[in-house]
């Protein structure tokens, strides 16, 4: 286990989640599943307890906990893309499994996990500032998954 370990509590779906990350998204893979040892308020002695996984490199710990706490948008993955075709994989990946929709390049997996799928070209023309990064902006905030091809555009004036 990493030093630095994120912790994603879950109702009770764990393993199904760190499975759909590793099958989705690159240099991901579910590691060790933990069991607990007795009876707990949510669960019995045997159920899957903590899933440890990685997305995309980074060290994750699933946690069934129950249904007390419930994901918002106050953490999500970020995930940079190269183009619009693997922008759409994740996008349609996270979106047709089970999730949903928002903003400006924001979607929502079936376990309330949000997501940024973010094209490069848009976090480039951000990174130059001026009037490239405002019209890369304003062409965002017009898009839910973000279209590579208008970001292109905007870019270019």
Not at 30 to 47: L, Q
Not at 50 to 56: G, W
Not at 58 to 74: D, M, R, Y
Not at 95 to 121: A, H, L
């Amino acid at each position: 286990m990493a030093k630095n370990t994120i912790c994603l509590w879950f109702d009770k779906d764990a393993e199904e989640a760190a499975n759909f990350y590793a099958r989705t998204f690159p240099d991901s893979a579910v590691g060790t599943i933990i069991r607990a040892p007795g009876d707990y308020p949510d669960g019995k002695v045997g159920n899957v307890l903590v899933v440890e996984f990685t997305v995309a490199g980074v060290s994750c710990v699933g946690l069934n906990g129950g249904p007390t706490f419930k994901h918002n948008e106050a953490f999500s993955f970020q995930i940079s893309t190269e183009n619009q075709e693997e922008t759409d994989r994740y996008w349609n990946a996270i979106v047709g499994n089970g999730g949903r929709e928002s903003e400006c390049g924001w979607c929502k997996d079936r376990w309330g996990i949000s997501w940024q799928i973010t094209p490069r070209v848009l976090m480039d023309a951000m990174r130059a500032g001026g009037s490239e990064a405002k019209r890369a902006f304003d062409a965002m905030m017009k898009m839910q998954k973000i279209e590579v091809a208008l970001i292109e555009a905007a870019v270019r004036g």
